[in-house]
C-alpha cells in the first residue's frame, strides 16, 4: 500500500487531495486570524476553504497522478528517469486512466473525455427543453434553470468543442507531418489531464450551495461578482480549461514548426495540419484574455478589489471587452480545426485535389488575423461608445469572405469529381449547407441595427448553435468517422453512420431552424418562461430536439460496438495520400518505423504517379501512384 | 436553372413568412426594411451553395464500376478565385454601408424630442419623466406611457447589474449598465401596448422581468402625466400594485 501511495497513479492522487485540503483549510484559518477578529466574524469558512480548495486540489490532484514528476525530478536535482517509453502505448484499458506521453493514446484520452462531456452537454440541453416544452412549467426552478444553460454551454464550449479538435489533432497531426510524437509528451499529457479536472470543477457546482453557477458562460460582471459561490466554480474551471488549451497549442505550434519529416514545406503540409496551426495562434494569443476576465472575477469576488463595482470606480464594460476579446476568437478555436477537416474529407472522397490549395491555407491565417479585430459585435448594444459599432461590422462583414473562399473552394473540388457518399462525406456535405446557413445569419448580425433588435435573443441562440453544431460538430462527426479506422484498427458500421448523418442533419435543422423566428419575434434567450404567443413553437423544438438527442444513440450505438468487435480496417481504406494513411491502422507504437520524405502536394489525386511520402530507404512499391502508398 | 426558380421561391416566401412583431415605430419600419434586404441578397447565396452540393452529389456521385477511379487533378482557378474574393467583398461592403445609412437615419436626433428616463433593477422597470413634461415635480413611475407621433430619448440606468431595455415592436434595445446612462431614441408611430423586456440575464427574475409599453395620443400623454402628478406636490410613484395593471 505504501508503495501504491508513493508511485503515480490515483491512490496517491487521492493522498495529496487530502493533504491540500487540510493545508488549505490551514491557510485561511491562519490568515483570517492573523487579519484580526474585526474583519472577519469567524476563522473558519466555508466559502473562503472552497475557493482556494478549488486552486489547491485539482493542482494536488494533477501532481498526485504525476503530472509533474519528472519536472520535479530535474528542478530538485535529483536524477531524471531516462525515458524508457514505457510510457507509450495503451495495451489495456487501464493505460488511458494513468499519465501516458503517447499522442496517439492522449488523444484517444482528449476524444472519450470529450465526447463524455458533450453527453452530458446534450443531457443539460434536453432539461433546458423539457422546461421550454410549455411556458409557465415547473419542471425546475428559475435559479435551476440558469445554472442549467451555463452549464450547458460551459461543458460543451470548454470540455468538448475546443477540446476534441484537440484531440483529433493530437492523435493526426504528428502521423501527418511525419513525426514519431508531439514537441513535449509530458506537457501533452499533463494538458488532457486538466480537461477531466476543469470538467469535473464545472459539474461540481451543481453541488455548491445556492446552485450551480447561473449567470450564463459569459458570466457578466457585476452579476457574477455577488452571485452564489458556484460562480467560483467557473472562474477556477475556465483556468484549468484555459491552461490546458494554451499548453496544447504551444505543442501543436513547435511540433508542426519543429517536426515535418523532411520534404514537407508548409505547403506541402495537408490542411488539417494548416488549420490546426491557425487554431494555436488564436489559443496562445487569446486564451490568456479570458483567464484574465475570470481572476478579475475571482479577485472581486473573494478579496473584494471592486473591479467591476461601478460604485467604487469599477468598470462594468471592461469584463465584456476582455472577456470577447477571447471568446470571439474562441468560435474560430472551434471552427478553424473543423475546416481541416473537411478539406482533408473532401479531396479524398471526391478524388480530386483541393481547390486552391494557397488559397485555403492564406484564408485561415486571414481569419486568425481578422479574428482578433471583430470582438466588439457582441457589444453592440451594450452601452460601449458608439463609434466602436463602425469599425467593427465592417470587419465582422469583411471576415466572411476568407470564410466564403473556403466554402467556394470545397464546392469547386465537388465538382467533376468521383464523390464516394459515405458517412465522412455525408457530414462534410452536410456541414457546408448548414454551416452555409449559421454564416449567413452571423453576416446579418453584423449589420449594426439588425443586430440591435435580435442581440441576445432565440436568434442568437439559432445563429450560434448552425454554427457549433451545424458547423462544428458536424465536421468533428466526420473526422471522427473518418479516422475511426485508423485511431481504433476497426471500421465503423456505414448503414449506421448514414443512420446517424441523416436523423442528426433532420432533426438539428427541425430544432434550430425555428429558433430564428422566435427571436425576430421578441423571445429573449437564457429565459426560463415566456410569453404565451410562443408557446407553439418552442414545443416543436423541445419535440425536435429530444430526436437529436436520441440521434447521438445511434453514434454511440456504433462506436462502441465497432471499437470492440468492427470488422479488421486496412491501414488506408478511403486511399488516402496523406502519411497517416500509409502505416498501420492502428499505427505502431513510434508511427513510422522507417522516416518518410515528402516528394509532393499532400492532395494529387488524379495526378498520375503522384505520391505525397516516400519511406527510405525503401522505395515506395510501385503502383503506389494513383491511391499512395500502403507500407505495411 | 433550378437555383433561379429555387431563388424566386425563397425570395417570395420571406415576404409572405410574417417574421416581426408589429412596427411601432419609424425606427422598426427602417430595421425590417434592412432585414428584407438582408434576406433578398442571403437567399441566392445560400441556394447557389445547396444547388452545387445536391447538383454535384446526384451527377458525379461515384457510379459501380469507378471505385478506383480518381476526379481529374484540378488545383484551382485564378481568375474564379479572384472573382468569388472580390464580388463577396463588394457585396458585404454594400450591405454594411446600406446598414449604416440605416443606422444614421434610427440614431438621429431630431429637432424636437421628449426625455424619459429608464431605471432598472432586479426585477422591475421605472421610468422617470423630468420637470420639463410634468410641469411640476419629476414623475417616477413603474408605467411607461409615450406620445404617439414625437421622438423619445430614454436614459437608461442600473441601480445592481446589467440589465436590457428591449422594446421588440420598436426593434430596439440597449444595455442598462451600473455606473453609465446609456441611450436610444425611437419615434412611437402607432397606438398600442407592447412589452418591454428585459433582454440581458440579470438573475433568477431574469424571465419575469417586464413591462408595457404605452403609446398613446399626445392628448391621452398630457391626461396620463396630469393624472400621475396630480396632488403630489413632492416626487409622485405609483406604487407597485398599479405596474401593469393600466393597459
Not at chain 1, 478511403?574 to 518505423?593: A, Y
Not at chain 2, 420598436?170 to 408611430?189: K, L, M, N, S, Y
Request: proline fraction near 6%; glycine fraction near 10%.
Amino acid at each position: 500500500m505504501a508503495a501504491r501511495l508513493r508511485a503515480p497513479g490515483f491512490y496517491r492522487a487521492g493522498l495529496y487531495m487530502v493533504f491540500a485540503l487540510l493545508f488549505t483549510t490551514a491557510l485561511t484559518w491562519i490568515v483570517r486570524m492573523s487579519t484580526g477578529h474585526g474583519t472577519f466574524r469567524h476563522y473558519i469558512d466555508a466559502n473562503a476553504i472552497l475557493t482556494v480548495a478549488l486552486l489547491a486540489v485539482p493542482l494536488a490532484f494533477l501532481i498526485g497522478i504525476g503530472g509533474f514528476d519528472y519536472w520535479f525530478y530535474w528542478a530538485s536535482g535529483r536524477p531524471t528517469r531516462p525515458e524508457d517509453h514505457s510510457g507509450h502505448g495503451a495495451y489495456s484499458w487501464k493505460d488511458y486512466f494513468r499519465i501516458n506521453t503517447d499522442h496517439k493514446v492522449i488523444g484517444i484520452q482528449y476524444l472519450v473525455n470529450s465526447f463524455f462531456f458533450l453527453l452530458v452537454g446534450g443531457l443539460i440541453a434536453m432539461l433546458m427543453r423539457a422546461q421550454l416544452a410549455q411556458p409557465g412549467s415547473h419542471f425546475v426552478d428559475a435559479n435551476t434553470f440558469n445554472g442549467l444553460f451555463s452549464v450547458h454551454a460551459t461543458l460543451l464550449i470548454f470540455l468538448f468543442m475546443v477540446p476534441v479538435f484537440a484531440g483529433i489533432g493530437n492523435f493526426v497531426i504528428p502521423l501527418m507531418i511525419g513525426a514519431p510524437d508531439m514537441a513535449f509528451p509530458r506537457l501533452n499529457a499533463l494538458s488532457f489531464w486538466l480537461l477531466p479536472v476543469a470538467g469535473l470543477i464545472m459539474l461540481g457546482s451543481f453541488f455548491a450551495p445556492g446552485g450551480a453557477f447561473a449567470d450564463g458562460w459569459t458570466a457578466y460582471a457585476p452579476l457574477s461578482v455577488n452571485a452564489p459561490i458556484g460562480q467560483t466554480f467557473f472562474s477556477v474551471g475556465i483556468q484549468f480549461a484555459g491552461a490546458s488549451s494554451i499548453m496544447t497549442a504551444l505543442n501543436f505550434l513547435v511540433t508542426i514548426i519543429t517536426m515535418r519529416a523532411p520534404g514537407m514545406s508548409f505547403f506541402r503540409m495537408p490542411l488539417l495540419v494548416w488549420a490546426n496551426f491557425a487554431t494555436s495562434l488564436l489559443v496562445v494569443i487569446a486564451t490568456p484574455f479570458i483567464a484574465a476576465s475570470q481572476f478579475f472575477v475571482l479577485l472581486d469576488r473573494a478579496l473584494g478589489f471592486n473591479f467591476f463595482n461601478a460604485n467604487a470606480g469599477g468598470d462594468v464594460l471592461m469584463y465584456q471587452h476582455v472577456f470577447w476579446f477571447y471568446s470571439h476568437p474562441a468560435v474560430y478555436i472551434m471552427i478553424l480545426p473543423g475546416f481541416g477537416i473537411v478539406s482533408e474529407v473532401i479531396a479524398v472522397k471526391a478524388r480530386k485535389p483541393i481547390f486552391g490549395y494557397r488559397m485555403m491555407a492564406f484564408s485561415l491565417l486571414a481569419i486568425v488575423a481578422l479574428g482578433f479585430t471583430v470582438w466588439a459585435h457582441h457589444m453592440f448594444t451594450s452601452g460601449m461608445a458608439a463609434w466602436i459599432r463602425i469599425p467593427m461590422a465592417i470587419t465582422t462583414s469583411i471576415i466572411a469572405v476568407p470564410t466564403g473562399i473556403k466554402i467556394f473552394s470545397w464546392l469547386a473540388t465537388l465538382w467533376r469529381g468521383v464523390l464516394h457518399l459515405d458517412t465522412p462525406m455525408l457530414f462534410a456535405l452536410g456541414f457546408i449547407t448548414t454551416f452555409t446557413l449559421g454564416g449567413i445569419s452571423g453576416i446579418m448580425l453584423a449589420m449594426v441595427p439588425f443586430d440591435i433588435h435580435v442581440s441576445a435573443t432565440y436568434f442568437i441562440v439559432a445563429h450560434i448553435h448552425y454554427v457549433l453544431f451545424g458547423g462544428s460538430l458536424m465536421t468533428i462527426f466526420a473526422g471522427v468517422y473518418y479516422w475511426f479506422p485508423k485511431m481504433t484498427g476497426r471500421m465503423y458500421d456505414e448503414r449506421l453512420g448514414k443512420w446517424h448523418f441523416w436523423s442528426t442533419f433532420v432533426f438539428l435543422n427541425l430544432t434550430f431552424a425555428p429558433m430564428h423566428i422566435l427571436g425576430l419575434e421578441g423571445m429573449p434567450r437564457r429565459v426560463s418562461t415566456y410569453a404565451s404567443q410562443f408557446a407553439g413553437l418552442n414545443l416543436f423544438i423541445s419535440i425536435a430536439s429530444f430526436g437529436l438527442g436520441l440521434t447521438t444513440l445511434v453514434f454511440l450505438y456504433n462506436i462502441v460496438t465497432s471499437w470492440r468487435g468492427g470488422p479488421r480496417a486496412v491501414s488506408n481504406p478511403w486511399r488516402g495520400m496523406t502519411l497517416e494513411w500509409q502505416v498501420s491502422s492502428p499505427p505502431p507504437v513510434f508511427n513510422f518505423d522507417r522516416v518518410p520524405t515528402v516528394v509532393g502536394g499532400p492532395y494529387e489525386y488524379g495526378v498520375p504517379g503522384a505520391v505525397h511520402g516516400i519511406f527510405t530507404p525503401t522505395p515506395a512499391p510501385a503502383g503506389a501512384g494513383v491511391a499512395g502508398a500502403p507500407s505495411h | 436553372m433550378l437555383g433561379v426558380i429555387a431563388t424566386a421561391i425563397g425570395i417570395v416566401l420571406s415576404f409572405v413568412i410574417k417574421w416581426f412583431p408589429v412596427q411601432a415605430s419609424t425606427q422598426a419600419h427602417n430595421t425590417d426594411r434592412l432585414y428584407h434586404v438582408l434576406v433578398i441578397a442571403s437567399v441566392p447565396i445560400f441556394v447557389l451553395v445547396t444547388t452545387v452540393v445536391l447538383y454535384s452529389v446526384w451527377q458525379f456521385r461515384m457510379k459501380s464500376g469507378e471505385e478506383l477511379k480518381d476526379g481529374p487533378p484540378i488545383h484551382g482557378n485564378t481568375r474564379l478565385e479572384v472573382f468569388w474574393t472580390a464580388i463577396p467583398t463588394v457585396l458585404l461592403l454594400g450591405l454594411v454601408g446600406y446598414s449604416f445609412v440605416i443606422l444614421h437615419d434610427n440614431e438621429k436626433k431630431p429637432a424636437r424630442e421628449i426625455d424619459v428616463g429608464v431605471t432598472g433593477q432586479q426585477f422591475v422597470w421605472t421610468y422617470q419623466y423630468p420637470r420639463s413634461i410634468t410641469g411640476g415635480a419629476t414623475l417616477n413611475s413603474y408605467q411607461l406611457y409615450v406620445p404617439e407621433g414625437e421622438s423619445v430619448e430614454f436614459n437608461i440606468r442600473s441601480k445592481d447589474v446589467i440589465h436590457a431595455f428591449w422594446v421588440p415592436a420598436f426593434r430596439i434595445q440597449e444595455d442598462a449598465v451600473p455606473g453609465i446612462t446609456t441611450h436610444w431614441r425611437a419615434t412611437p408611430d402607432r397606438i398600442g401596448s407592447y412589452p418591454v423586456v428585459c433582454n440581458l440575464l440579470c438573475g433568477v427574475g431574469h424571465s419575469l422581468m417586464r413591462s408595457t409599453i404605452h403609446v398613446v395620443t399626445q392628448a391621452r400623454f398630457k391626461a396620463w402625466i396630469a393624472s400621475q402628478t396630480r396632488g403630489a406636490t413632492t416626487t409622485a410613484s405609483a406604487g407597485p400594485a398599479s405596474a401593469g395593471t393600466s393597459g
